[in-house]
């Protein structure tokens, strides 16, 4: 959702499929799906699997005023972070250390892929990704999408885990599906009474996240 003046530069016809962007607007884009993969999330991953033929009948039916198709790449990772910690909730019950190995942000390149993306021009896009969208369910409980999202975008390109899929000219699109409110911190060896994750630090506020992305893109425009 733009800011307010910002000037909306796609727009999509919610029956046909059908969109038209101004004619200085940019004719790519790249989606990041953050999916959580955690223990309750076995249902949902099989719904996005089985109704991402939706987006793509919508991408794949977006043109430009010129008459260009939308070229766009698609890429998947998890909320899981890798991170120590100890869960103490008190009381009768002992103190429970917890050793978390997430992607940290690492693009899922399985099913078959050569790259760490999905590009328009892949043969059966909606069933690669319907096979990599299954993650699983035993990722990390403690689900930090935001911190995700950004590590891909930053560390994981620096190292080149995800060289290559950004592109300066394309439009940048953000999916994240969770059940669990975001838990993103950036520290270790912390203590918590359990898995719910209130606002204000240690937890990242969501402007830091926003401020990242706009570093990312240079601009929200």
Not at 16 to 42: I, P, Q, R, Y
Not at 152 to 159: E, G, I, K, N, Y
Not at 171 to 192: G, K, N, P, W, Y
Request: proline share 7%; hydrophobic share 35%; aromatic share 6%.
């Amino acid at each position: 959702t733009p800011d307010a003046g910002t000037p909306v530069v796609a727009t999509i016809d919610g029956d046909s499929g059908v969109g038209t962007v101004d004619e200085d607007a940019c004719a790519k884009m790249v989606l990041v799906f953050v999916v959580d993969n955690s223990g309750s999330m076995k249902e949902e991953q099989a719904n996005l699997a089985t109704n991402f033929s939706v987006v793509t009948h919508k991408l794949d039916a977006f043109t430009t005023k010129g008459g260009a198709k939308l070229d766009y790449r698609v890429a998947i990772t998890t909320t899981g972070k890798t991170a120590k910690y100890t869960i103490a909730p008190g009381g009768p019950f002992p103190p429970l250390p917890i050793d978390d190995k997430g992607d940290d942000g690492r693009f899922r390149r399985e099913c078959g892929m050569t790259r760490p993306w999905m590009d328009r021009s892949d043969p059966s896009m909606a069933n690669q990704f319907a096979c990599v969208a299954n993650v699983g369910t035993s990722g990390p409980s403690l689900e930090m999408p935001l911190e995700s999202l950004r590590l891909a975008l930053t560390d994981r390109v620096t190292d080149g885990a995800n060289a290559g899929f950004l592109r300066d000219d394309a439009l940048l699109a953000i999916v994240v599906m969770t059940d669990e409110d975001d838990c993103s911190r950036t520290d270790q060896d912390f203590t918590i009474p359990d898995d719910t994750c209130p606002v204000g630090p240690p937890w990242v506020p969501l402007k830091d996240y926003v401020s990242a992305l706009d570093a990312v893109k240079g601009g929200r425009e």
